[in-house]
């Protein structure tokens, strides 16, 4: 009976060990692909409804260490139509690649202008992981982007700008620069993307005005202009010790 | 057998290269070029700022934005303070009161110059 009882526990132990990893995969794929899929639906989200920017960077006495830049988006919106394709699973990186495609004749976007799209169709490829070591490659792609927005935003509505500097000799040295920018965005088409051989990742970013102005139906500031940014994101911070460090 | 030693010596150096191109991604470049572009901005703002002194200190403020590629500059404040030596002809300057530190030749006078406010 107590032999029946340990082979019966034996072969159980042997099917839970076989068998647990193969679902823990199978969850972190799906787990991956969920994360890619929502990465893809925001950024088609950012893209045709559009996205609100805030932006603030301060730099002291030119030391690297004294910069701190800070941008934060929003966006909410209910899209119907959102099609998700392009599904690809890498399982050694556990990282996952998903396409988001939308057609839509007509939007209500972020400034609830009425926007004709005439069956335009957009486009947006999104990344995910269930891994957080693994993550440092999106995070820096979503860095990219959200950099491409700031300067599309400081291009596009401007920016304010404080200084305090000094004057020697009729030489400039800054001593303070302070810079803020605050935007709603949309329209806005990720043109191409990628990562450098550092790990540094690129996002380059268009916004035709024309474009934008013909979908709005009315005269927008710097026709004729197609304004081109090139975002970075880096994967780690080089200056976090010394921020660290200052706070202590 | 020759694909596997070409293997085998393939591994290690991609695990080299990865490994230290991963720790070398950082964002001190990144930091280093948007600081010269901030300051290359900021200069060009101060230089706009009409009866700039020849030594101060200048606080202003901006609103800056672009058409057509040209950066504009629509200042709507600015604060300046000229840092003026005292000039030695022989005859001596009299110490202030309240800068017992200070030098002869090296007398300071803080002036503002300018200030206006929208």
């Not at chain 1, 526990?9 to 068998?19: I, K």
């Not at chain 1, 949309?186 to 790990?199: C, H, N, Q, S, V």
């Not at chain 2, 901005?41 to 200048?58: A, T």
Request: aromatic share 8%; hydrophobic share 40%; charged share 25%.
């Amino acid at each position: 009976m107590i032999s029946r009882c340990f082979k019966a526990f034996l072969v159980l132990f042997v099917c839970v060990t076989l068998f647990a990893p193969g679902v823990w995969a199978g969850n972190k794929k799906m787990m991956a692909i969920m994360a890619a899929k929502n990465d893809a639906m925001r950024g088609l989200t950012e893209q045709v409804y559009g996205l609100k920017v805030r932006s603030s960077e301060e730099v002291k006495n030119m030391a690297a260490d004294s910069y701190v830049g800070k941008t934060d988006s929003k966006t909410s919106a209910t899209l119907s139509g959102i099609k998700i394709s392009d599904v690809v699973y890498d399982p050694q990186q556990d990282i996952a690649k998903a396409t988001a495609t939308m057609t839509a004749n007509e939007i209500v976007n972020i400034d609830g202008s009425n926007v004709a799209l005439n069956g335009k169709v957009f486009k947006h490829v999104g990344f995910g992981t269930s891994s957080p070591e693994k993550a440092g490659p999106l995070k820096a792609l979503r860095a990219a982007q959200i950099d491409a927005y700031k300067q599309l935003a400081q291009q596009v509505a401007g920016f304010t700008l404080e200084s305090q500097t000094t004057i020697e000799n009729y030489m400039l040295k800054s001593d303070l620069i302070q810079t803020k920018v605050q935007a709603s965005l949309a329209m806005a088409e990720i043109t191409d993307y990628g990562w450098d051989k550092e790990g540094d990742a690129f996002v380059k970013m268009v916004l035709n005005v024309d474009a934008v102005s013909a979908m709005l139906g009315e005269a927008v500031v710097g026709a004729g202009e197609v304004i081109e940014v090139e975002g970075q994101g880096a994967q780690q911070d080089d200056f976090k010790k010394a921020k660290t460090g200052k706070k202590q | 057998m020759n694909c596997c030693i070409r293997t085998v010596y393939f591994v290690p150096v991609f695990l080299f290269v990865s490994f230290f191109s991963i720790s070398f991604a950082g964002n001190k470049e990144m930091v280093d070029e948007r600081i010269k572009e901030m300051d290359d901005v900021n200069k060009q703002m101060v230089k706009q700022i009409p009866g700039l002194p020849m030594n101060g200190k200048v606080d202003a403020k901006a609103k800056v934005s672009s058409e057509s590629g040209k950066i504009i500059f629509e200042v709507y404040q600015v604060k300046s303070v000229a840092k003026e030596a005292n000039l030695d002809f022989g005859g001596g300057n009299k110490k202030p009161e309240n800068s017992a530190t200070t030098k002869p030749g090296e007398l300071t006078k803080e002036k503002t110059v300018l200030d206006v406010s929208k």
